[in-house]
């Protein structure tokens, strides 16, 4: 019998677009530039309507960096200001200013320097850092400046946007290592670089503004949706299936929390970096199509309610859902399917024993395999096409443009974000700036994650969702008022906002079930794995190679040799060219021959560059160089020798 535990359900409901959302758009930008390692403001540019305006540093004096630079981020918020003015007359509109990588970049010098004056007020929408809305208010002025991250819409980079979406401007090339005081400030080059800088900025936000705009077009053209209505491309993604192709009346999605919640989560996890031979010659390297769009094109997702089943009710067989399981894999699968977090090596496929909960789909494919399984309980649902429909129309329109024309770039981009925000946590912390007095009322309501103090503001993280007995305990003893309170009950803790969690683990299993199909065939020999891309001994069939069609196996280059040291450690060499992948190491600074040292077991040690790195306590960017040490150990799975010499591998036993 099916547990009789009272559920608070809630499902995602479906999207109505029924609101105009107008805007007047400036773009801008900064150019930075370096003192004692440290990055400041020494230009700015603002085009929008009528307006081209630039402004940057007029001293020759460099010691007093700081408060000049400081001036001239005021002057782009009054320059701001004066621009929204001048459109106040119309209602309904809201002027917002648009940065690319505002989140990452641009918007620490304004929290820097603004909150040094008590006049001002900075609100933000933020999540993990990443900072998608900031208003910032002007108490004495009653006015009020909204930013946004077109990154966060059109993750591409500037260049790119120039080579798919401008036809007037493109990417300057511009030599940043001119971009630094001595010689910015020197006065037989000060006009000269002065010069470089400011037009490179404008030029900057001149292609944003084309770009971006074309976007914008082109969305609206297609989809019938203003994407700046939403604040990243996933939101805007989900919003288009909710609005479009979401049958809620036969397929609709929980939203699920609690206790739920929590027992689904432990199922969700992403693809796994594989060797199984670390030395290749004569080999092949083939990439999946859009494989998240296309697992969730082509089979069936939990509907309706979630209900926890007991262990005695379930076959395994028949069962829709998630499952915890106790599990065993025989040492004589070579090329295990199911996932575990280890301790020091990360996410795992090993042999041996443990425990953990599944995606029923994946355990079935398990248990062909030759796993033993015993389940302890489970939570079930009905299945449903969820998004066949969406899938299939945004791939079919994309295919009527050529691969590098806006429209085939918006729905590529579209289809590849749609999966992520099924996986986001029901209550995200959140990151607010705030005053003593502001502070004090977050602390009697909610968990404090970090707090850090900024001139004269208090920069806090903290979980949105209210402690109820946190609230209970600041009303019973008058340290907040009733109105204050944001009174809750039990039901409206447990349910969140949106998180079905369900569809995201669902998705990624299926994902680990595609790939696995080609690790494990027995008429290949696969050397390298990741969670869309094999390197193997011989070709596919060409029934499973499509350099477009959705799903298939892309070929990408027939390998001369090839070295697999550790996941994302490695060299190919191709016919006309050798790719090296060294993550977390700048590009160029490890050689082929640094990985055959790796290869024979010799590790190394580099000096990185991080030349935008990000104190998020004093919001100062930083260049500075870092010492890192290559072992390259492999972790994920055991290595074996021949004659003393590595040659392949075997899954860790647990």
Not at 26 to 33: G, K, L, Q, S
Request: aromatic share 14%; glycine share 4%; proline share 3%.
């Amino acid at each position: 019998m099916q547990s009789k535990k009272k559920n608070y359900t809630s499902f995602l409901e479906p999207y109505s677009d029924y609101y105009n959302f107008n805007s007047i758009n400036f773009y801008c930008d900064f150019e930075t530039v370096l003192v004692d390692d440290v990055h400041y403001v020494c230009c700015f540019s603002i085009v929008g309507p009528n307006v081209c305006y630039f402004k940057s540093l007029t001293v020759v004096n460099g010691s007093n960096i700081h408060s000049e630079s400081k001036k001239l981020i005021f002057s782009f918020i009054q320059i701001c200001s004066e621009f929204k003015e001048k459109f106040s007359f119309i209602k309904k509109t809201r002027c917002l200013f648009i940065f690319h990588n505002f989140s990452k970049f641009d918007s620490f010098f304004i929290i820097k320097n603004l909150t040094s004056d008590s006049n001002f007020e900075i609100d933000l929408i933020s999540r993990n850092k990443t900072i998608y809305r900031m208003i910032i208010s002007n108490k004495l002025k009653n006015l009020k400046l909204e930013f946004r991250d077109s990154y966060l819409l059109l993750n591409l980079s500037l260049e790119k946007i120039g080579h798919i979406f401008c036809n007037q401007y493109k990417k300057f090339k511009f030599d940043h290592s001119l971009n630094i005081l001595e010689i910015y400030y020197s006065k037989k080059l000060f006009f000269d670089v002065k010069k470089k800088i400011e037009v490179y900025c404008l030029n900057d936000s001149l292609l944003l503004r084309e770009g971006f705009e074309c976007f914008l077009q082109e969305v609206k053209k297609n989809l019938s949706i203003n994407p700046l209505k939403f604040l990243s491309l996933p939101s805007l993604a989900t919003k288009i299936f909710l609005r479009d192709f979401y049958d809620f009346k036969n397929e609709p999605i929980e939203n699920c929390s609690g206790n739920k919640e929590t027992f689904i989560r432990q199922s969700y996890c992403g693809g796994t970096t594989e060797i199984f031979k670390p030395y290749l010659k004569n080999g092949y390297h083939y990439d999946i199509n859009s494989l998240y769009p296309y697992v969730m094109k082509e089979f069936e997702y939990p509907i309706g309610v979630g209900l926890f089943v007991k262990a005695n009710e379930i076959n395994l067989d028949t069962f829709f859902g998630f499952l915890e399981v106790e599990v065993y894999c025989p040492s004589s699968i070579k090329i295990p399917i199911l996932t575990n977090h280890s301790e020091g090596r990360g996410l795992i496929c090993p042999t041996g024993n443990w425990s953990g909960v599944y995606f029923s789909e994946e355990l079935k494919v398990a248990k062909s395999l030759g796993y033993q399984l015993k389940i302890i309980r489970g939570v079930s649902y009905k299945k449903g096409r969820v998004f066949a429909n969406i899938i299939s129309q945004l791939y079919g329109l994309r295919s009527k443009y050529s691969k590098n024309s806006p429209s085939n770039t918006i729905l590529k981009l579209l289809m590849n974000s749609l999966y992520g925000r099924f996986g986001m946590k029901p209550f995200l912390p959140v990151t607010r700036i705030v005053d003593e007095k502001q502070y004090g009322l977050i602390e009697k309501k909610y968990d404090i994650l970090a707090r850090t103090c900024l001139n004269n503001k208090i920069i806090v993280v903290y979980n949105l969702k209210p402690v109820k007995e946190r609230i209970e305990f600041s009303l019973a003893n008058d340290l907040i008022s009733s109105k204050n309170s944001n009174p809750t009950n039990l039901r409206s803790l447990n349910k969140s906002s949106f998180s079905p969690i369900q569809i995201a683990s669902a998705i990624t299993s299926y994902a680990r079930i595609i790939i696995h199909k080609y690790k494990s065939d027995s008429n290949n020999v696969i050397y390298y794995s990741d969670t869309d891309s094999i390197f193997c001994k011989y070709p596919l069939h060409k029934r499973y190679v499509s350099d477009s069609k959705l799903g298939f196996m892309k070929y990408c280059g027939k390998i001369k040799e090839a070295y697999f040291i550790a996941p994302k450690l490695y060299a190919c060499i191709y016919k006309h060219r050798v790719e090296i992948r060294a993550k977390g190491v700048n590009t160029g600074l490890v050689s082929l021959n640094d990985i055959l040292n790796f290869y024979k077991g010799k590790p190394q040690s580099y000096i990185n560059s991080f030349p935008f790195k990000k104190d998020y306590k004093s919001f100062i960017i930083k260049k500075i160089l870092q010492k890192i040490h290559i072992s390259g150990i492999l972790k994920t799975r055991n290595k074996k020798y021949t004659n003393g010499v590595w040659t392949s591998t075997s899954p860790h036993n647990l």
